[in-house]
């Protein structure tokens, strides 16, 4: 795996993941954009090891990321942004939509310790994928990056706290037009709780192919494309 360093690093000891990708694991490239060193070494060394992964730029700013996506617009395009939501400079928050201008079709998760839910609430709103807790271990980190891989969205339990307090009693839709079936209600509820799918497949006692086509009926019936924004329309319809 090509792997290239944007900015310098501290040395830093971190456990080297040993984790086996399905074998139809598609191979995707990797954006991390982190301004804390120790956190980005981390985190590159979870990510060197995995086969799946072809190749991994780190970035310290939002900015320097921009740049060179705009220079170098044919030789890589990330597959998967892994952005931090406080960077100085510009935010993550505020590059979500720059990022998706240069690559339409990437996902972008966002890395946060921020419990303030305008932050948590905008990002999901402006197109963020999901959410993880920089506390997060770095097994739940390429967890969700292959569940967002998948189409689902990783979404923190504690991150999942501030966002459903945000957007809880807010007005909505009649939930009994969404016509959602008693098996897609627990696993909408799973959903909402930061289960992956291989968790709510454990806690139903159902496959990951059962709940990934529960996940697909989910979103065509609330007319949403993943789990943040299907989690944000249910509460607002009073379905959660």
């Not at 501290?10 to 984790?19: Q, R, V, W």
């Not at 271990?137 to 292959?146: A, R, T």
């Amino acid at each position: 795996m090509h792997h290239t360093e944007h900015a310098h690093l501290e040395p830093l000891d971190a456990a080297k993941l040993n984790l086996t990708p399905p074998s139809d694991m598609k191979k995707t490239t990797i954006m991390l954009v982190e301004d804390n060193p120790d956190y980005r070494e981390a985190v590159s060394l979870a990510l060197e090891d995995e086969a799946w992964i072809e190749d991994v730029r780190i970035f310290g700013a939002a900015e320097v990321a921009l740049r060179a996506l705009q220079v170098n617009d044919n030789e890589f395009s990330p597959g998967i942004i892994l952005l931090d939501i406080s960077l100085p400079g510009l935010s993550g928050v505020e590059a979500i939509q720059a990022f998706q201008t240069h690559c339409p079709a990437v996902k972008i998760i966002m890395l946060t310790q921020s419990d303030r839910e305008a932050d948590v609430v905008e990002a999901i709103r402006r197109g963020a994928a999901g959410y993880l807790l920089k506390s997060s271990s770095m097994d739940q980190l390429i967890e969700g990056i292959q569940s967002v891989m998948e189409g689902g969205a990783p979404l923190d339990p504690g991150v999942t706290r501030h966002v459903m307090h945000a957007i809880s009693g807010k007005a909505g839709e009649d939930a009994d037009e969404f016509h959602l079936a008693k098996r897609e209600l627990e696993v909408l509820r799973l959903l909402s709780q930061g289960m992956l799918k291989k968790q709510i497949a454990n806690e139903l006692k159902i496959s990951e192919n059962t709940v990934r086509a529960h996940t697909k009926q989910i979103y065509r019936k609330l007319g949403v494309n993943n789990s943040p924004a299907a989690i944000d329309k249910a509460h607002r319809a009073g379905i959660l």
